[in-house]
């Protein structure tokens, strides 16, 4: 995760312990962050659009892991200091319009203890909850986690939820180089079923699997390209084949980058357990691909092509919008949802906002 990026922090105000990432940030002026919001038209209605891959930090919380912003091997870029509430994200935001983000912060937090982690993500759940009530049409966010400690993770959560009003929470992959559909994690998959919020799974930085990881080094950001989504389409998988889904067929569960590569070769998972019934000792309830109908997936597949099979392999009602911002994968995922052929106007509809709207409890 080495892509050059540079956190913007809301210096005054509920938004002072908020580290947000843009692009261009130097140039920009008064002006500028008063830019024309884009209004996003489809068959003639305007169409409230939702962002739920945007990614932001907050740096009392890095301290107390003796992380700053900036620092090597941290994958955290240099921070801009702003004095103002008129953040450059905003304005990106009106540019690309995009009317609401869902906020989060991908762990880092996975190695500390119980007290510390406890700490640290009171803190971090603290300060999202303020920067959405600062902006409360623009923002809504997810609630950090300590995973590693399952049962802490579920009284999170809920705290999040019904006290900060965050709408569900942001986990990586894997946890410590352990498989999130392993067992011990299950109090906190049985909490997230019953409150009935998403949960959105982002890799992690360092996701590759152990083995592979000196294959991807080297020219390519492949650790990235190919590490992060392969974590992914890992994840999900044994999500599936371990039961977890089974178990807890009530969850709601969005992954980031359009499910990794999971989707793209999904029917591989299908054909697996026919030519090598030896190696499926636990019986699942349904076929592998036809879980893919109950998980939600990110639209960052970059070509309409890619959006169409997505679309094709999934169903269009799970596919919700993402733009991973500040990372500069795209300044058009809607028009890239707009663009893609094939699509009813309904379908777009539901894509820029509407499925998102639902699950994130964004009224309006």
Known sequence: MSTRREFLQIGAGALAGIAFVGCDLMAAGPARAQARRREVVVAGRRVKTVDVHAH?????????MNLKLGAPGTALP??????????????????QGIDVEALSINPYWYGADRDLARQLIRIQNEKLA???????????AFASVALQHPDLAAEQLEEGVKKHGLRGAAIGGSVNGEEISDPKFHPFWAKAEQLGVLVFIHPQATGAPTELESRLKGNGGLGNVIGNPLETTIALSHLIFEGTLDQFPGLKICSAHGGGYLPSYAARSDAGCVTFPDRCTRPLKKKPTEYLR??????????????RHLVAETGSGQIVMGTDYPFPWTKTSVDHILGTPGLSDAERVAMLGGTAAKLLGIKG
């Open 56 to 64: 932001c930090t907050v740096p009392e919380a890095l301290a107390l």
């Open 78 to 95: 240099p921070l801009l200091h702003m004095a103002t509430q008129a953040p450059d994200r905003l304005r990106v935001m009106d540019e």
């Open 130 to 140: 303020e920067a959405c009530a600062a902006h409360p049409d623009r923002f809504v």
């Open 294 to 307: 109950q998980l939600y997936f990110d639209s960052l597949v970059f070509t309409p092509e890619a959006l």
